[in-house]
């Protein structure tokens, strides 16, 4: 989850309560905090695409979705638009998810990028577009996103790009192994994880 350090949240005593009783009451905790989110945190938001993300059990969640989508627009919260968008491709709304993958990617957001990409490799609302799909990870591969790499990496040794697209595979396989290992170290120390780890 992304860490969120704007102090400038009157309420955020209650909101960080509403927050941590997501397991209790999905319901009164999504409403609780959309109520936030609605009169102006930010906080609240973040933490609303979360628990959308990961698949908040609640009454009319696409719909409530889909108005804090555009109330995170609003305020130009673009790390929202991975974990909205997210949380819309696992309900198979792939409109609204490539609506918010896209915002995010037109602010330059790696997991954004990434999920987008993603999106046009398997035709998902769009097209497939190979070409349009590495394009895209080329972007947020220079900006170190890992699975950005991985995925590029897999393309140029699946599909017919020639022997010096494939070298350039392995190489960035052989470079990702370090990541590898610091994913493990974090996941072992409860270190919680970079952006270029989101997907």
Same mark, same amino acid.
């Given at each position: 989850?992304?860490?969120?350090?704007? +102090?400038? #949240?009157?309420?955020?005593?209650?909101?960080? @309560?509403?927050?941590?009783?997501?397991?209790?009451?999905? #319901?009164?905790?999504?409403? +609780?905090?959309?109520?936030?989110?609605?009169?102006?945190?930010? $906080?609240? *938001?973040?933490?609303?695409?979360?628990?959308?993300? @990961?698949?908040?059990?609640?009454?009319?969640?696409?719909?409530?979705?889909?108005?804090?989508?555009?109330?995170?627009?609003?305020?130009?919260?673009?790390?929202?638009?991975?974990?909205?968008?997210?949380?819309?491709? @696992?309900?198979?709304?792939?409109? $609204? %998810?490539?609506?918010?993958?896209?915002?995010?990617?037109?602010?330059?957001?790696?997991?954004?990028?990434?999920?987008? %990409?993603?999106?046009?490799?398997?035709?998902?609302?769009?097209?497939?577009?190979?070409?349009?799909?590495?394009?895209?990870?080329? *972007?947020?591969?220079?900006?170190?996103? *890992?699975?950005?790499?991985?995925?590029?990496?897999? *393309?140029?040794?699946?599909?017919?790009?020639?022997?010096?697209?494939?070298?350039?595979?392995?190489?960035?396989?052989?470079?990702?192994?370090?990541?590898?290992?610091? $994913?493990?170290?974090?996941?072992?120390?409860?270190?919680?994880?970079?952006?270029?780890?989101?997907?």
């Amino acid at each position: 989850m992304y860490i969120y350090n704007d +102090e400038d #949240e009157p309420f955020r005593n209650q909101i960080e @309560k509403s927050y941590l009783d997501r397991s209790i009451d999905a #319901e009164k905790s999504f409403s +609780e905090l959309e109520k936030f989110a609605l009169g102006g945190s930010r $906080l609240s *938001i973040i933490y609303l695409s979360g628990m959308f993300r @990961k698949g908040a059990n609640v009454s009319n969640v696409l719909e409530r979705a889909k108005k804090l989508l555009y109330v995170a627009k609003e305020k130009n919260l673009i790390e929202a638009s991975f974990y909205f968008g997210k949380g819309f491709y @696992k309900l198979r709304d792939y409109e $609204l %998810a490539f609506d918010a993958f896209s915002w995010g990617a037109n602010n330059k957001y790696d997991p954004s990028v990434f999920n987008l %990409a993603v999106m046009y490799y398997n035709g998902h609302y769009v097209n497939k577009d190979l070409q349009r799909t590495i394009d895209l990870l080329k *972007i947020s591969s220079r900006n170190g996103h *890992i699975w950005s790499r991985a995925l590029l990496a897999h *393309i140029f040794l699946m599909k017919d790009f020639g022997i010096l697209q494939k070298i350039k595979a392995i190489y960035i396989y052989m470079t990702l192994f370090y990541y590898q290992v610091d $994913l493990i170290i974090k996941s072992i120390r409860k270190i919680p994880l970079d952006e270029k780890y989101y997907r």
